[in-house]
């Protein structure tokens, strides 16, 4: 292992480059298990989990909770779930592109729009679900399909699923009805 050093006599180990394959249907069938957790949760709430606890209904069930005045809330500055939730919808649509066949870069893309809608209405709030839950479906079906991809593509495949997780977390941050069971609701489950 190499060392990279920062300055004033600091360094950090760099890691090892692998060139061994690692098995790849392993990590492709972890990450399908893993969004699809994250969006639809577990529905047998004795089944393993890799990143909810057990028995949560994942984030679209948590949605479906707020009124589109809670979604449209914000606090201390931050962001509202509405914005959070336009910001997930938009980064799948553009993704669900690319696994259609169109490369990016796309002109038109914006990132700061898909943040600019904080606030809305009862009939936006349940139609920006409704968009959210057909590109997260769209992404999913994307993620068991085989395809070939460079390590950019790869990159970009792993880390929509870290940045769903990310989101997710935020979302329960910012309004407590979207939190599925506590570690304690999981523990007290197990030992029924």
Do not use: C
Not at 5 to 14: D, I, N, Q, T
Not at 49 to 74: F, H, I, K, P
């Amino acid at each position: 292992m190499t060392r990279v050093r920062l300055g004033m006599g600091f360094s950090v180990p760099r890691p090892t480059v692998y060139t061994a394959s690692m098995p790849l249907d392993a990590i492709t069938n972890a990450l399908v298990a893993i969004f699809d957790e994250l969006v639809l949760g577990s529905a047998d709430p004795g089944a393993r989990t890799y990143v909810l606890n057990q028995g949560d209904r994942g984030l679209l069930a948590s949605l479906d909770r707020l009124s589109a005045a809670e979604a449209s809330a914000a606090h201390d500055g931050g962001a509202s779930i509405a914005s959070h939730v336009d910001h997930l919808r938009y980064g799948f649509s553009l993704i669900n592109r690319w696994a259609d066949g169109t490369s990016p870069p796309w002109p038109e893309m914006d990132w700061a729009a898909s943040w600019r809608r904080s606030k809305v209405s009862d009939a936006e709030w349940r139609t920006l679900r409704d968009e959210l839950r057909r590109e997260a479906a769209r992404w999913a079906e994307a993620l068991r399909t085989p395809r070939d991809m460079n390590d950019v593509e790869a990159g970009w495949v792993a880390g929509s699923v870290a940045h769903f997780a990310y989101h997710v977390g935020a979302i329960r941050q910012i309004d407590r009805a979207t939190r599925g069971p506590s570690a304690e609701d999981e523990a007290k489950a197990r030992a029924k």
